[in-house]
C-alpha cells in the first residue's frame, strides 16, 4: 500500500478474505517500518479531523455485580470470589463532584448487568448527574437493555452508550459466551441505541480465545457498515477464574495496529487508549495514541473498590488510571506533542441540540 488514502479506500471496500491477507500482512510479523507506515497514515488522519487533542473521560465503575456468564470476563456471575459491590447514588455522584473538580466534562458509568440498576434508578442517577453538572456528557456501559430502557435512559439525559459487540463472528461469539446471549442480540441493541440517538461505541477485545484474522476481517466490516461514533477496542487479558486462565500472555503489538487500522479505515472514530493497553505494556497508553488513539478515561471509582472491577488479572488503577495524577498525565501528553482536551469531546459530526428534540 503506498500511501494512508488507498489504505483507508481498501480498507472500506475489500471483502473478508482481502481484510485477512491485509492482516497477515501488516500482523506477521509486525515490523518496526510496518508499524511506523500506519501510524504516520493514521495520526494524519486524527490530525485532520481532531487535531492533536486527546480528550478525557472520568469512568465510574459502579458495580462489578452481573447476571452474565461471559467466559473470558472476571466479573461473569459464575466467579464466587470475586468481591461484590455496588456504589449508592450518592457515592456516584461524590465521584462526578470530585471527577468535575479536576476538570472533566464526560463521565463514564460502567457495570456489570446488575438488575438492581433498574430504569427508575438508573434514570434517577443519570437526571441527577445531569441535573447538577449540566455542561457534562453522561456515557453508559452497563450491557443489554430492552429499546424502551434505553430510550427512557436517553430521555433522562444519557448521551452516549458503550456496547463492544466483542466479535462479529456467531460461531466465535458462542465460543466467548454462554447460549442464551446471542450476537444478534447485541447487535440489535446497538442499532436500537443509535436508532433512538446516542453517540454509540461498539467494539471488540484483540486476540481473544478463538479470534483468527477472519473473524477479526468480519469485525472491521462490520463496524464498517453500522460506523460507530466510538470503539473500544483492547488486548484480551485472561482472568485467573476463568475457563481461559491460561490461554495466553498477552502484549500490546496486534491491538496497536488493529488501532492504526481502524483509525485510517473510519478517520473520525473517538478511539480510546484502554486500560487493558496500558496493563499489558508500560508504555501502552502512549502507544496507544502515537498509533492513532484519541480518548483516555482514568479511573474515578472510589479507591478501595478500584481493585474489585476485575475484568482480568492485574488490571492497573494507579499511575494513569487514577484521576488524582491527572495534572502530571497532562504534562506528560504536551511533552509527546498532544493537546489534552477536558471539554465533552462529542464525536466530531454529531449534534447534540437537535438530536436531543427528538
Ligand atoms: N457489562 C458491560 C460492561 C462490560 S466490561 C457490557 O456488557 O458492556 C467492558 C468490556 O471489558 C467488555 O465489553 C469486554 O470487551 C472487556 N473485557 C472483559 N473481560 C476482559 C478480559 N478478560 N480482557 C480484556 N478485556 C475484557
Partial sequence: MKDGKGLSEYLNTAGKKELADLFRYYCEPATAEKRAALSLWAN?????????????????????????????????????KAKRYRL????????????????FRTFVLQSGEDAYFSDTLLCKIVSQIKELFADCAVTLACGERS??????????????????????????????????????????????????????GAGFMVNSPGQSLETLAEDFIFLKEFKPHMIGVGPFIPHKDTVFADYYKPNSSRTLTVLSLLRIM?????????????????????????????????????????????????????????????????????????????????????????????
Fill in 147 to 200: 429499546y424502551n430502557s434505553y430510550k427512557s435512559l436517553f430521555k433522562a439525559g444519557a448521551d452516549r452508550y458503550l456496547l463492544r459487540h466483542e466479535t462479529a463472528n456467531e460461531k466465535h461469539y458462542a465460543l466467548l459466551h454462554p447460549s442464551e446471549l446471542s450476537l444478534s442480540n447485541r447487535k440489535k441493541c446497538l442499532y436500537n441505541l443509535k436508532e433512538i440517538g446516542y453517540q454509540v
Fill in 88 to 103: 449508592t447514588q450518592e457515592e456516584i455522584m461524590e465521584c462526578c463532584r470530585k471527577g468535575y473538580k479536576l476538570g
Fill in 266 to 358: 473510519l478517520p473520525k472514530t473517538l478511539l480510546p487508549a484502554t486500560t487493558a493497553l496500558g496493563t499489558v505494556d508500560e508504555k501502552g497508553r502512549e502507544k496507544g495514541l502515537l498509533a492513532g488513539a484519541n480518548v483516555l478515561m482514568p479511573n474515578l471509582t472510589p479507591a478501595k473498590h478500584r481493585v474489585d472491577y476485575s475484568l482480568y488479572d492485574q488490571k492497573l488503577c494507579t499511575g494513569w488510571e487514577a484521576a488524582e495524577h491527572l495534572p502530571d498525565l497532562a504534562r506528560y501528553l504536551e511533552s509527546l506533542g498532544f493537546t489534552p482536551d477536558f471539554s465533552r469531546g462529542d464525536y466530531i459530526d454529531f449534534q447534540t441540540s437537535t438530536q436531543r428534540l427528538t
Fill in 44 to 80: 494524519e488522519l486524527r490530525e485532520k479531523y481532531y487535531g492533536s487533542k486527546v480528550f478525557f473521560r472520568g469512568l465510574i465503575e459502579f458495580s462489578n455485580y452481573c447476571q452474565n456468564n461471559c467466559f473470558y470476563c472476571g466479573l461473569q456471575r459464575s466467579n464466587s
